[in-house]
């Protein structure tokens, strides 16, 4: 039997970093407090971990700075040096060159990629798809091994410019623009994705089919037979927000429930 934990991506948001309105002023902090969850998701079984700048609100189209990209380059060294761990990140909004940077030089495995193929319009404006550049900056770095999951039709967007594209014709594109991976999500974090979406993609294409949001221990038996895997972040912290500190008997709970 296949172990559920095999297709769990965790989350670690991280706190506030500099520049940032929220920042507070303690960089060594941010990366103790990330490095901290990432062990409780490693002594509960998870061998794949994430982290992500949630907290930086609000955010840059297509950009962050050095001082956001170093440190979350910094975070992921040290979880990597600590557990023998698959990571990966995602630098908000859409800054997915500055990502495979951070990735290729603290030795991650993969991104996750906004706006990879067509638009959308986001909370921070128009993204238009950045496949071919990011690929080609992938190459220039020597980042091949750097895996590129891409979002299709993505939470906490309108898609209005693309409605005439079912999400099966996105996925399709995202394949053929040499994506690793498609993470279909709700509509906002902690929302769960359609399953009919999900289904209507499963043999459309030959690439793996993630969940990105509002997987939980409740709904988990439903989605992952049909997935992948799933990134999971809200359903593992205090009260199942995405905002509040990793909760380790949630972590445990979601395993045995979902096994």
Known sequence: MNDIRDKIIAMVHLDALPGTPKYEDDVK???RKAT????????????????????????LNREAGH????????VLYEILAK???????????????????????AGASFIRAEGFVFSHIADEGIMNS????????????GADRVKVFTDIKKKHSSHALTSDVSIAETARAAEFFLSDGVIITGEATGIEPSLDEILSIRGKINIPVLAGS????????????????AIIGSDFKIDGK?????????????????M
Do not use: C
């Not at 901290?36 to 609000?58: L, T």
């Not at 557990?83 to 030089?105: C, D, F, H, M, R």
């Not at 509002?214 to 895997?229: E, L, M, V």
């Not at 995405?242 to 979902?258: G, L, M, Q, S």
């Open 29 to 31: 902090k941010i990366i």
């Open 36 to 59: 901290e969850e990432a062990g409780i998701y490693y002594s509960k079984g998870i061998r794949k971990i994430m982290i992500e700048n949630m907290h930086d609100v609000p955010y």
């Open 67 to 74: 001082e956001i990209s170093t440190i979350m380059t910094l």
């Open 83 to 105: 557990y023998p761990v698959e990571t990966g990140l995602q630098i908000l909004a859409g800054a997915n060159k500055a990502a495979i940077a951070a990735a290729n030089s």
């Open 130 to 141: 950045d496949a071919g550049e990011l690929l080609r900056y992938r190459k220039q770095i």
């Open 214 to 229: 509002g997987i939980t221990a409740r709904n988990a038996a439903k989605y992952f037979p049909h997935i992948d895997a």
């Open 242 to 258: 995405w905002y509040n500190p990793v909760d380790p008997a949630r972590v445990e709970n979601f395993i045995k429930t979902a």
